[in-house]
């Protein structure tokens, strides 16, 4: 039996193993809360979105989100944050799954417009982005991820494309194809025909190839942004 007078010090592996798990549990706990409180911004828009309803949604205590958001703004903008960041994957992922092929400008916007501007998540980010028209504070914390969305997207559209003139700007373009494509998927609802999309996406395809080109041989990812590590609303 251990000497009571000699306690054994406490096992630096065990209580590191131990702190990881709560660390873990932790990080989980901000994943639920995060998680629903997108299903609820994608289901009852952001009037709707309440502590009440994430609780709900997370199937958590009440005072779960207060514990790791220290409000309700807060858990809104890790929502908010987490949305560009997976905005900004998924078009990486479009991009770099295209072949080294002239239809590439083509393909990308195909891609974008279905795996970007066709997602739930896309649909949070509207709901944010409307609803911030008449709320300072969330307007002031959605101009900042704009920003450092901005900037994201332009280094990866100057990594894939260059200009066919000396007048274009390769960023400046994607940027007016995220706002063509945003305004396309908050009509979507009041569209029937599908192929009224495709007819426009054709058209905007060949203004777009009037522009710019894809850069031959780059089959790798854009360059990782200095920021992305930090907070994106931060910036």
Known sequence: ?????HPVPPNPILSQGARRTQLERSEAMRQRLIDATLSCLETEGYAGTTISRIVERAEVSRGAPVHHFP???ALIEATAEQLVRHV???LGEALLGLDDCDDRLRAMVQNAWRSVFGTREHAAIMEL???????AELAAMMKR??????RLISG?????????DAKTSVPELMILMQWLLRGMALDRHLVDSPQLYDDS????CELMASRIKPRQGV???PPRPDFWDSTLAGE
Do not use: I, N, Q
């Open 1 to 5: 039996m251990p000497d009571p007078s």
């Open 71 to 73: 409000s309700k703004a």
């Open 129 to 135: 982005l409307l609803a911030s028209r008449h709320d």
């Open 145 to 150: 991820l704009w920003s450092a969305g901005y």
């Open 88 to 90: 900004y994957v998924r």
């Open 156 to 164: 990866a559209a100057e990594h894939y494309f260059e200009p066919l």
């Open 219 to 221: 089959t790798t990812p």
């Open 201 to 204: 996406l054709e058209l905007w």
